[in-house]
């Protein structure tokens, strides 16, 4: 900041009120700046998030393709020593399972989260 100015003495232009007008513009523009720095690095981090978030659901779609393949490939084997309706059942009663029990991790994990109140209407999950 600029203080020469305010060293003029009494023939100078400069009042106690033009430097406090300074002095609040300056802190406008160091909270404008600050502002624009938190916005800068949400909006990256949301970039991140995005690129990431599909990259996920893409190798998900991969690897549930190689799941598929996997899973036929165990049917057609099972078939030579069962049927092949009998192969299916016992495939998908695995892969039911398997559902069902991740499903109760994930509920049970879910149930032990607590929610506390931050301020009226606002409300954030918080761990256990």
């Given at each position: 900041m600029n203080v020469e100015h305010?060293?003029?003495?009494?023939?100078?232009?400069?009042?106690i009120w033009e430097a406090l007008a300074e002095l609040v513009?300056?802190?406008q523009d160091v909270v404008l700046d600050?502002?624009?720095?938190?916005r800068s690095e949400i909006t990256d981090d949301i970039e991140d998030l995005a690129v990431s978030g599909g990259m996920i659901v893409a190798a998900a779609l991969?690897?549930?393709?190689?799941?598929?393949?996997v899973a036929a490939a165990i049917i057609g084997w099972l078939n030579h020593v069962m049927q092949l309706e009998a192969a299916l059942a016992l495939i998908g009663a695995l892969h039911l399972g398997a559902g069902i029990g991740l499903a109760a991790v994930a509920v049970r994990r879910f149930s032990r989260r607590k929610v506390k109140v931050q301020s009226p209407g606002v409300m954030e999950a918080a761990d256990a």
């Open positions: 305010l060293r003029s003495g009494p023939g100078g232009t400069s009042t513009s300056a802190g600050r502002i624009d720095l938190v991969v690897a549930a393709a190689g799941w598929v393949a």
